[in-house]
């Protein structure tokens, strides 16, 4: 029998995100005491903005330094200008690594630029091999119960390569875009196998939006439809989630 990913239900977003910054800061420690860079798997959206918030003040309080953290983001669109600002890459510069240590050869980010999709896959999976695996990655979790770019009927053995992006969270992308026509229809997102295999996972999802995905991915069937689902298999996945998020719990 399964066991269901374990679900942790703050008061709200703000708490969720000290507790877990702590942790992941801790990790780091722990990962960088033993002598090795800790691989951090990044990700982008509203809902990971106070967990990077609180990232940037344990660094300034001292607590926390990313000189030895080896990035890997999730996902990025395909086919904006270079430097669009709601590129992924000007995303993660604005949100956290402006403002951080962190080496820019250390960074690593889908291109959504690229013309050989296929080989910028295969070496963005080469490249998270190399740095040992991923040690923690974060998640948040769209309305159609995806995991990066991972929208239903991506395969649980699935890895990085260019995605079709659901009409749903296209519309959900519209407004940030100045409307649904500006919105990328593909993207480079890694795999839910990439994601599966790394050592520890923690999910994010904030508000009453959320709740029934929410809901559907930890209770529900493991199905490609919802590819969240698939942490109910992983030995240390958990949801951290505010009141609202857990409120269908
Ligand atoms: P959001 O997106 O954080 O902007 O809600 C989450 C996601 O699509 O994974």
Not at 38 to 50: E, S
Not at 75 to 84: C, I, K, N, R, S
Not at 178 to 203: D, F
Request: aromatic residues 6%; proline residues 5%; charged residues 25%.
């Amino acid at each position: 029998m399964t066991e269901s990913a374990p679900a942790r239900v703050f008061a709200d977003r703000t708490e969720a995100c000290r507790v877990l910054a702590a942790e992941v800061a801790e990790l780091v420690r722990s990962i960088n005491d033993a002598g090795r860079p800790a691989v951090l798997g990044l990700a982008t959206g509203r809902t990971p903005l106070p967990f990077y918030a609180e990232l940037i003040r344990l660094h300034r309080a001292g607590d926390l330094s990313f000189a030895n953290v080896i990035s890997f983001n999730l996902d990025e669109y395909l086919g904006l200008p270079d430097g669009h600002v709601e590129s992924y890459r000007a995303f993660m510069q604005r949100e956290l690594f402006d403002h951080v240590d962190i080496l820019p050869e250390n960074v690593h980010i889908p291109d959504g630029s690229v013309n050989d999709i296929s080989a910028h896959c295969a070496a963005y999976e080469k490249a998270i091999r190399d740095a040992g695996g991923i040690d923690f990655q974060l998640l948040g979790i769209g309305r159609t119960g995806h995991i990066g770019f991972n929208e239903p009927g991506s395969a649980r053995d699935s890895r990085t390569r260019q995605v079709h992006l659901d009409p749903i969270t296209r519309e959900d992308a519209a407004p940030a875009f100045g409307g649904l026509e500006h919105v990328p229809t593909h993207a480079i997102s890694m795999g839910c196998g990439t994601i599966l295999e790394a050592r520890k996972i923690a999910l994010l999802a904030w508000g009453d939006a959320k709740a029934a995905i929410v809901k559907e991915a930890l209770t529900g069937a493991i199905t490609d439809q919802v590819s969240a689902s698939f942490l109910q298999e992983h030995p240390d996945a958990t949801f951290y989630l505010d009141a609202e998020a857990g409120s269908e719990l």
